[in-house]
């Protein structure tokens, strides 16, 4: 769906999908300590300043600091190896830079990819020549998948490039974990038929695909180390893979965080970080308790979290606030109500294929009627369904019911996730355009300013996005 945010600011929002499982989460690998000690002696003249790859005990392979990063700093920067713009951006973005603006120029011969000028139009060629041709071919019946876009993009890549590209100094994407031994047949299934697409929509432009093996493997190295690209409020902007990025180890308190400028990953310290520290990312949303993470990890990344937060449990007890009530529910009642919140979670996700926003709007709003009785406002149960509705009351432009499930969810976020976190952010975010755009403007320059303080650190503050920030709050003076 594509959604807006205020009623002068529609084409802020963009629509937020997910063909790479979490948005912008990453990845966990095992190999030998042979292999890895190897590969280690080949890389010892390789690196990132300020950092080493190491044997992180248990884990594998990390990356860890040699010296002090302090909050904000920017700890290394990746170009993408591959990437591939989402379809719903083309003509709101740039197919080669990723940049936002409203005068692009479409390709004259697809008619599908918009570029800032010929210099974009000419870097993207080599990858959009690929597309351009079938997409004329196939027209209207042209389909595949974004990981089977990026797929196909990286074989092309791997063509045209000799020895360790910029983004692999100390991971080379051939070393990417696949974890097909773990697979359940549903992902081997899914597998199957991302290479299917692969035949269909690119065997007549690309010479000689890999065999079914290889590209099985591929598939799953994607899969479980791909990125998706976001933009200041956390809408999809396209599929990449960032090897040096990929090699940072899971943590549910990290100590780094990932954004993007372009099509470039920037990796900035959260936390303050010591030499001989291990950096860690997180690899999936910190909203909810430690069972839902550990279950998404073990089910996306195929490991059980260990980290300090996930066996001290710190935040599960604010996190599933029950509502105070005269006579406290029974135990079975809160197990009860935690499953019907897990299944309308997921019923929910595949009703946006084929409901309309108002039966999606009514869901929401049934399944938090429903979990109200028992679940306090601050839940993170009740706090997912607001966001879904926030969502969909967006879409509708009802931004009086939009901007109310933003200052439900506000307060929550800021206690339930992590200092800096992207997610608060973009909630102010979201809430200071709602309010500017209902002409609350002392209510929206403080949400503002509010979603800067964060975005300073986590996106640093010589980046676009901060600076759109900071020119909006002053156009309120």
């Not at 030998?32 to 300043?49: H, P, R, S, Y």
């Not at 936002?100 to 800032?116: I, S, T, V």
């Not at 706090?383 to 967006?394: I, K, R, S, T, W």
Request: some cysteine; overall charge negative; hydrophobic content about 35%.
């Amino acid at each position: 769906m594509a959604m807006s945010t205020a009623p002068d600011a529609e084409n802020r929002r963009r629509r937020r999908s997910s063909s790479l499982d979490d948005p912008g989460r990453r990845r966990w690998r095992r190999c030998g300590l042979d292999e890895e000690l190897a590969t280690v002696e080949t890389m010892k003249n390789e690196g990132i300043e300020g950092t080493e790859r190491f044997l992180s005990p248990g884990k594998g392979r990390g990356l860890r600091a040699l010296r002090q990063f302090a909050v904000g700093e920017l700890v290394f920067a990746c170009p993408a190896y591959s990437y591939v713009l989402t379809v719903n951006e083309r003509g709101a973005h740039c197919e080669h830079c990723f940049t936002r603006r409203e005068d692009l120029f479409k390709c004259g011969k697809c008619k599908q990819a918009y570029y800032c000028n010929v210099d974009c139009q000419r870097g993207d060629w080599p990858m959009h020549k690929l597309e351009c041709v079938a997409m004329c071919t196939h027209g209207e019946n042209w389909c595949p998948s974004e990981t089977v876009r990026l797929v196909a993009r990286i074989i092309m890549n791997q063509r045209v490039t000799t020895g360790r590209t910029a983004s692999e100094r100390l991971l080379l994407l051939k070393e990417f974990e696949s974890h097909l031994d773990k697979m359940d047949s549903e992902k081997e299934e899914m597998n199957q038929t991302d290479i299917l697409a692969l035949h269909h929509f690119y065997s007549r432009h690309i010479s000689d695909l890999p065999s079914d093996h290889a590209l099985t493997e591929l598939f799953a190295q994607v899969n479980c180390n791909g990125f998706t690209i976001e933009d200041e409020e956390l809408s999809h902007l396209g599929s990449a893979v960032f090897p040096d990025v990929a090699l940072m180890n899971h943590s549910c308190s990290p100590n780094v965080i990932v954004t993007y400028k372009g099509t470039v990953a920037e990796v900035r310290a959260v936390q303050e970080i010591n030499p001989g520290d291990e950096i860690f990312n997180s690899y999936i949303d910190l909203l909810y308790p430690t069972e839902d993470r550990k279950e998404r990890l073990l089910d996306s990344y195929f490991f059980t979290c260990q980290c300090n937060e996930c066996t001290s449990r710190s935040k599960d007890t604010e996190k599933m606030e029950i509502r105070k009530l005269s006579s406290p529910p029974e135990p079975e009642e809160i197990r009860s109500m935690v499953r019907y919140a897990r299944n309308v979670i997921e019923e929910f996700r595949r009703a946006k294929h084929y409901k309309t926003p108002s039966e999606l709007l009514e869901m929401c709003e049934l399944s938090l009627d429903k979990m109200g009785a028992i679940f306090a406002d601050t839940n993170i149960y009740m706090l997912h369904m607001m966001y879904q509705a926030m969502g969909v009351c967006l879409y509708m432009q009802d931004w009086d019911g939009a901007m109310s499930y933003g200052e439900k969810i506000i307060q929550p976020y800021s206690v339930h996730y992590p200092a800096y976190s992207l997610n608060v952010a973009s909630m102010y975010l979201k809430l200071g355009r709602l309010y500017l755009g209902l002409e609350k403007k002392t209510q929206g320059v403080k949400a503002l300013k509010k979603a800067l303080v964060i975005m300073e650190v986590a996106h640093g503050k010589d980046h676009h996005y901060v600076e759109e920030v900071k020119r909006e709050i002053e156009d309120q003076k």
